[in-house]
């Protein structure tokens, strides 16, 4: 009886014990991940092999505790990844060992325990091709814009032309190149000098930071922009010929346009006074229209801006090859365009690549430079970023520090009234 008692006793406790513990309820799915985003990029070199590193970041997921990070060649084959390349706790990766000018795949998930939730949006990206390193006393860091200001097809150009130079004043690049610009007319910002020959497209430097070469051209060149010899009388000296001839010495700023069918594009070579480097400096604007068809003339004018460029700095004795070059404008393409990759390829020819693909740290790569509805909400390509706006350098012989849509912002909108139809890009570089 004493012994059924006992047990009676601690059935009664372990029952009270089992009531008394509560239930552990199971984690619950987490969000999905919003918008990845590529920040910087880098090459580097690890037991003697050449890599590109790519860092990426995200918004948190709603109950998410670690994060799954996905890399694949393809959009299809990233989707069908079970393993992901890296696992972390916070909203951001950096994604090592990888091909260097490649085109990779990124997708996030995210997780709660064993529980997982939905994968983010499938974005691209090219790893970069090279990057020099270069001596800041020698090669500085330089702040290169490109800008739409659109004052030939868009309206109110007379009170948007204020705006347009408060976003420079902002801004404050060392070089600008300026598209739709036929308008500019007497529009000045100060601070800036403008080069000789742009109309549409226009090239404005700092003055406090650069100035314009000039070259004192050999009796066998001929340029109308000599200036007529005079006796003391003011009367035009005559040659043998019974024609005026040129005042000596005749200088000129080292300058020129390269002129391809439908798009003028000037280039100069600009001077930056603290470190003595000279550097060519070329705006373009390639033919509108993202129709396949158009894609074949855009291939064209650039391969006659390079064929152009070449001559006529030969004709100053001087070789594109051996001289920093930056192409710098609107080049009215991207990687979502039909195409695309006729223009890419005549700039790789040349050994030009896209800083935004270079640059060791990016701002708004979502956000496109392009905005032809004038929406203060930022119009967003998801998958690889669609810009328009470029600046291009030689990657083994430049080094782009970052890249940025800088457009003015507040509370994540673009500040009204808007300047222009386009974001000012802007992007920080050393070239060689």
Known sequence: MRLRLLACALTAVLAAATLGTPSVAAPKKPGKVGLVSVTGTATYTSAGKKYARVSVSWPRASRATRYQVFVGNSKAQVAKQK????????????????????VYWV?????????????????ARV???ASATLSTARHPVYSLMSYNVCSNACSRWSTRAPLVVREVQRLKPDVLALQEASRWGTTVIPGYTETLGGKDNRILYRTAAFEQVEQTLSPEQQSAECPLAVDPENNLVLGDDGKPV??????????GIADPPGKQAPWAVLRHRASGQTVVFVAVHLQVDDKRSMATRRATQATDIFSALGAQLAWWGRNVRSMPVVVLGDFNTNRSRAGNNRLESVMHANGFYDAYEQARSLSRQHFNTANPRWLTK??????????VDKVWVRPGRSRVVSWANAG????GRFVAPLPSDHHPLLVRAQVS
């Open 83 to 102: 393993k992901p390349r890296t696992t972390v706790r916070s909203p951001k990766a950096t994604i090592k060992k990888l091909k260097r000018n490649k």
């Open 107 to 123: 997708q996030v998930r995210a997780l709660n325990g064993k529980r997982a939730g939905s994968r983010s949006a499938r974005i």
């Open 127 to 129: 790893t970069p091709a």
């Open 246 to 255: 040129r005042a000596e010495p005749c200088i000129l700023p080292v300058d």
């Open 378 to 387: 930022p119009v967003v390509g998801v998958t690889w970023g669609d810009h």
């Open 408 to 411: 003015r912002m507040s509370g």
